[in-house]
């Protein structure tokens, strides 16, 4: 049989079936993918073969294989730095939330998401929630903040999930796709999701959830089938995100606007740090690159991955 899996929760996975049937699932025996190490063999969206087996009146499903993944969201684990977790994989694109305050999502958490994005092929829309509970001051900060990302060529959107503002948007950008949302804890993807799809009644637990941050480092992510022919992706609050098995020679390249000046560097391997005639750090000097988004590139080659929650954005020049 196959099917697509659409909550894990370490041993068991829950799978829907082609005919519509949900089945509980085991793995067979040692699970392991080429070339990843992960947590988790088998992520949520991952499209499974699997074989029922008949204990009395219970049936229960052991998958035996997986099919390749069209893409996946990978992150390192905070805590255990060794070891890495799928989020979710065969995505048509992901939502991150960001809020600038309750809690602050700091830029070099966005860059780091969006690097990850940009190494596995998930398209991403930054979706700037809370915006009815902001100052003047901080609705600047926000403008500023979208400035930057558009330019760069990602699609930005304000919405407030608890007034409804924009939410019609993220709703018809979802028709006919499989979707992800994804942020800190708090930053209210449970409730966007309710806004969206008020039959669900996921539970908006982000400060109980904030208090266990860290404590775990399996967190497993869970489809739903909306009513208006899309799918999300809900995954729990992630803390820290750290990249996975990037080079340093090849970090630049996930950023779209470095990647477009590296042919006019003076060396080919140019990592835009301290070689002479670099286009980057020229640019950067005129204001066409983002000191912000070059400190997160920074950060990212020198891997001072403990630092994934410097506030950078407050620092531009």
Same mark, same amino acid.
């Not at 799978?15 to 063999?41: H, L, M, Q, W």
């Not at 009146?57 to 977790?85: F, M, P």
């Not at 409730?191 to 969206?196: D, E, R, S």
């Not at 970090?251 to 000046?261: S, V």
């Given at each position: ?5 659409? +909550?894990?929760? /370490?041993?068991?996975?829950?799978? +829907? ?8 699932? $085991? ?7 080429? /070339? !990843? ?17 008949? +204990?009395?009146?219970?049936k229960v499903g052991v998958i035996n294989s997986i099919e390749d993944r069209k893409n996946y969201i990978i ?6 730095? +060794? ?26 958490? !966005? ?19 809370? @915006?009815?509970?902001? #100052? ?19 699609? *930005? !959107?304000? @919405? #407030?999930?608890? %007034? ?10 979802? !028709? ?11 930053v209210g993807k449970s409730t966007l999701i309710n806004a969206i799809e008020p039959g669900l009644g996921i539970?908006?637990?982000?400060? #109980? ?13 869970e489809m739903f089938d909306l009513s208006f022919g899309a799918q999300i992706i809900d995954t729990p609050g992630?803390?820290?995100? /750290? ?26 391997? *140019? ?6 005639? *670099?286009?980057?750090? %020229? ?25 994934? $929650? ?8």
């Amino acid at each position: 049989m196959e099917g697509t899996v659409y +909550k894990s929760t /370490g041993s068991w996975y829950t799978v +829907k079936a082609t005919d519509g049937s949900f089945y509980e699932c $085991r793995i067979k025996g040692k699970f392991r993918i080429k /070339g !990843i190490k992960s947590t988790n063999p088998i992520a949520v969206g991952d499209n499974v073969h699997f074989e029922l087996d008949e +204990k009395g009146e219970e049936k229960v499903g052991v998958i035996n294989s997986i099919e390749d993944r069209k893409n996946y969201i990978i992150r390192k684990s905070v805590n255990l730095s +060794k070891q890495t977790h799928i989020i979710a994989a065969n995505l048509d694109q992901v939502f991150l939330l960001i809020t600038l305050n309750n809690p602050t999502t700091y830029t070099i958490f !966005i860059d780091r998401f969006l690097v990850t994005a940009e190494a596995y092929q998930v398209p991403t829309v930054l979706v700037f929630n809370k @915006i009815d509970t902001y #100052s003047d001051a901080e609705k600047n900060e926000i403008k500023f903040l979208v400035a930057l990302y558009r330019e760069i060529g990602y699609t *930005c !959107i304000g @919405i #407030s999930a608890k %007034t409804g503002k924009n939410v019609d948007r993220i709703k018809e950008m979802m !028709i006919g796709k499989t979707s992800m949302f994804s942020g800190h804890s708090g930053v209210g993807k449970s409730t966007l999701i309710n806004a969206i799809e008020p039959g669900l009644g996921i539970k908006t637990a982000e400060i #109980s959830q904030q208090h266990l941050q860290g404590q775990h480092t399996t967190t497993f992510a869970e489809m739903f089938d909306l009513s208006f022919g899309a799918q999300i992706i809900d995954t729990p609050g992630i803390k820290g995100f /750290g990249i996975v098995d990037m080079e340093k020679e090849e970090i630049g390249d996930y950023f779209p606007e470095l990647f477009q000046l590296k042919q006019d560097c003076k060396f080919n391997n *140019c990592i835009h740090m301290d070689e002479p005639q *670099c286009a980057v750090k %020229t640019a950067l000097e005129d204001g066409k690159v983002s000191w912000s988004r070059y400190k997160s590139y920074v950060q990212m080659i020198t891997g001072e991955d403990e630092n994934y $929650r410097i506030d950078i954005h407050g620092e531009r020049k």
